[in-house]
């Protein structure tokens, strides 16, 4: 009798932990949508598929824009993991063209997500546009789309992004990346930098500085402390730093570019009768 009710038991027991065990398979299986929290910015139909293109912004913006593109059967309603496409945004203007710093689309953390970003220097108007031409691969052919893009300025109207030659002669493009939401704290602030080199061709600048100054104009421009200046990480192909903020409200981020020599490139230092930088990037918190 001891033994039948030990057997029973065990029974109990193994179909307890096997429910548990199906429970924890069935949880593990629910596959979470990596566009889930992207805007969906554009999608373009084309020849048993659709191009649909995302972002964390509600439009793309003069500076940096981190972009997904996903590439739909509409055979099989599933997303191409292999369709190993190549970028190039383009600024058509009245009497010339040129494209903009941005990275190589790839698919390493998401395989059906396509991710890079581009900078674009300049925005939309009425005879000048900017358009995206899209080369990939779908079902063993090679195919190319040209889309539209609508580029504006900054929504809340404040300086992201830098367009200017350095005292070296230089052409150079600065822009901000992080964080997305600053804090009454110390952030990790990253900016990323390039240089023109030609119309088409824009190579990141490495080793260079940029010096952080924040300011309150408001407040009898007073600085704060514990700022690190930015410096470039290889890994991630981007300046960081730490920027202090001390207070609610409007900020001029005073910068300064210094090359692997620490020459002043552009910029200047503030003081009593230099209130700003000629550099600089703006935030209100």
Request: hydrophobic residues 35%; negative net charge.
């Amino acid at each position: 009798m001891k033994n039948l009710k030990y057997i029973f038991n065990i029974l109990i027991l193994s179909i307890f932990f096997g429910s548990c065990s199906s429970d924890d398979d069935e949880i593990t299986a629910v596959e979470t949508n990596p566009v889930e929290d992207l805007n969906l910015l554009y999608e373009i139909s084309a020849e048993g598929h659709t191009l649909q293109m995302y972002s964390e912004k509600e439009q793309l913006e003069v500076g940096y824009n981190e972009i997904s593109i996903l590439i739909k059967d509409l055979e099989t309603n599933q997303y191409v993991t292999n369709a190993s496409p190549t970028w190039m945004p383009m600024m058509n203007m009245e009497t010339m063209s040129h494209s903009a710093p941005h990275t190589l689309l790839n698919n390493s953390e998401e395989n059906s997500v396509y991710k890079a970003y581009i900078v674009f220097q300049m925005p939309n108007n009425d005879s000048e546009r900017w358009e995206l031409k899209l080369d990939y691969t779908f079902k063993e052919q090679v195919l190319e789309k040209i889309i539209d893009l609508d580029v504006v300025s900054p929504i809340d109207g404040l300086k992201k992004t830098q367009v200017f030659t350095g005292s070296d002669e230089t052409r150079y493009i600065m822009a901000y990346v992080n964080p997305k939401k600053f804090q009454v704290a110390q952030n990790e602030f990253e900016m990323v930098l390039y240089k023109m080199e030609n119309m088409n061709t824009f190579p990141v600048v490495e080793d260079y500085k940029i010096t952080l100054d924040p300011r309150m104009p408001s407040m009898g421009n007073h600085s704060s402390p514990n700022n690190q200046d930015l410096t470039y990480n290889i890994a991630t192909q981007k300046y960081e730093g730490v920027l202090s903020l001390t207070m609610t409200g409007y900020w001029k981020i005073n910068l300064k570019l210094l090359n692997e020599n620490d020459e002043v490139l552009k910029g200047e230092e503030v003081t009593e009768t230099q209130s700003e930088s000629s550099l600089y990037m703006e935030l209100e918190l």
